[in-house]
């Protein structure tokens, strides 16, 4: 039977058999500051009842289009009118595909049909978002680039005519 040396065996821990700390004491202490510090805000914020700051102003709905967003996998979407009736289908649908799962999620967690219809709206200040009337989620689709918007719009102006 072969004995182990102790040298080479090795144990979890925050020194090496050297004595050079292998991650800082400090560093660990810091780490742990910042989690416990942000707890702290973010409760306090919660608890007192304080306004989001980061959310854009409220603005009059310019148009509005109800969409059906429906996908088959991680990449792929159709989009659809109100009525069922399909605007695209997009095998790599890029940010729509990623709008498409988070409102899958979030209705998943709440147990809505996922096939409902969502909300684009266009604000007179020129924002554009996807809204859920039936859960809380709400996608400002200006925030993520013109780029991602443009995707949107571009869907919207040649399939949908506004609802106002």
Do not use: C
Request: without cysteine; glycine residues 6%; charged residues 20%.
């Amino acid at each position: 039977m072969a004995s182990i040396d102790s040298q080479t065996s090795r144990r979890p821990a925050f020194k090496r058999a050297d004595q050079n700390d292998m991650i800082p004491l400090g560093l660990v202490r810091a780490m742990f500051g910042v989690a416990a510090i942000t707890l702290a805000l973010v409760s306090y914020a919660s608890f007192t009842g304080k306004p989001k700051i980061a959310v854009p102003a409220e603005a009059p709905i310019v148009a509005q289009w109800p969409l059906r967003l429906i996908g088959s996998d991680a990449q792929s979407v159709v989009v659809q009118d109100a009525a069922g009736k399909v605007l695209a289908d997009l095998p790599h649908g890029g940010f729509i595909t990623v709008v498409q799962n988070g409102l899958a999620t979030m209705r998943r967690r709440h147990g809505i049909d996922p096939t409902l219809p969502i909300r684009i709206v266009k604000f007179e200040n020129g924002r554009l978002a996807a809204l859920d009337d039936y859960t809380e989620f709400r996608v400002e689709l200006t925030a993520f680039g013109t780029d991602n918007q443009a995707a949107f719009e571009r869907l919207l102006a040649a399939n949908v005519p506004a609802q106002n």
